[in-house]
Nanobody, 126 residues
Framework: QVQLVESGGGLVQAGGSLRLSCVVS????????MGWFRQAPGKEREFVGG????????LYEDSVKGRFTISRDNAKNTLYLQMNSLKPEDTAAYYC???????????????????WGQGTQVTVSS
């Protein structure tokens, strides 16, 4: 059973930074495209960014470009989300997700992902 476990969330002031991690147990992490999503109260889950199995040219949602960086360490079965210059509007539960199909593109939609973590809360105060 593939499991994804996020960590690193917390409370931070606007302008601060956080680094989220997502550890994937079981499965073949190196073969998965990986994504980060977030969901604020009362809003739909939205794509934040993703990285292909080849870890080249990560894809980002426009509002986080230049502030967030996605990376992966296949040796550690871990996906990262470095978040800098955080804003109150970044407040949400953040989820990592894995696409097991091995495609070389980066899925942008939640239904394209097969496995999900339980989420970690990020709260940015103004």
């Amino acid at each position: 059973q593939v499991q994804l476990v996020e960590s690193g969330g917390g409370l931070v002031q606007a302008g601060g930074s956080l680094r989220l991690s997502c550890v994937v147990s079981e499965g073949t992490f190196y073969n998965y495209a990986m994504g980060w999503f977030r969901q604020a109260p009362g809003k739909e889950r939205e794509f934040v960014g993703g990285v292909s199995r080849y870890a080249t040219n990560p894809l980002y949602e426009d509002s986080v470009k230049g502030r967030f960086t996605i990376s992966r360490d296949n040796a550690k079965n871990t996906l990262y989300l470095q978040m800098n210059s955080l804003k109150p509007e970044d407040t949400a539960a953040y989820y990592c997700a894995a696409d097991r199909t091995g495609q070389w593109t980066i899925p942008r939609f939640a239904h394209e992902y097969d496995y999900w973590g339980q989420g970690t809360q990020v709260t940015v105060s103004s």
